[in-house]
């Protein structure tokens, strides 16, 4: 993970949501915070986790280390983005919290149905994996 990065993001770059999610992300983080890392073109030893658990939900690591997975990754991203931290405390509060993780697992489970997945976003192929 490179120094002035607070986060290094790990996500499915073969999924549409998930592009659309980093991009939107990406505009919000004015600092370079966010260092967004494709599991579907990363080699296995460069995952955070194994690969079954990186294909299942998105990863962030942050750079003492700690990794969330999941919803409790997204709250961290929402937590480094300047104009977004207040939707970290809004989502850590009962019932949001309860109810994030299922249905994040949800969404992340249903992601391979969306129109375009598996399609790398420059050229319309399948990415290469290592």
């Known amino acids: 993970m490179a120094h002035d990065r607070s ?15 980093r991009d ?13 890392r494709d599991i579907s073109t990363a080699p296995d030893a460069e995952l955070p986790v194994p690969r079954p658990a990186a294909e299942a939900s998105m990863w962030v690591r942050g750079a003492d280390g ?8 997204w ?4 937590a480094e983005l300047p104009r977004w931290r207040w939707l970290a405390r809004v989502t ?6 309860w109810l994030g993780p299922p249905v ?9 149905m969306l129109p375009g997945y598996g399609r790398d976003a420059r050229n319309g192929e399948q990415p290469p994996r290592d």
């Open 92 to 97: 850590g509060a009962a019932p949001i919290r």
């Open 66 to 73: 700690t990794l969330l997975g999941g919803f409790a990754g």
């Open 7 to 21: 986060l290094e993001v790990w996500y499915d770059g073969q999924c549409p949501l998930c592009r659309a999610s």
């Open 104 to 112: 994040y697992r949800l969404i992340a489970r249903a992601r391979r």
């Open 24 to 36: 939107w992300c990406a505009a919000r983080d004015p600092d370079g915070r966010l260092e967004f």
């Open 75 to 78: 709250r961290r991203i929402m």
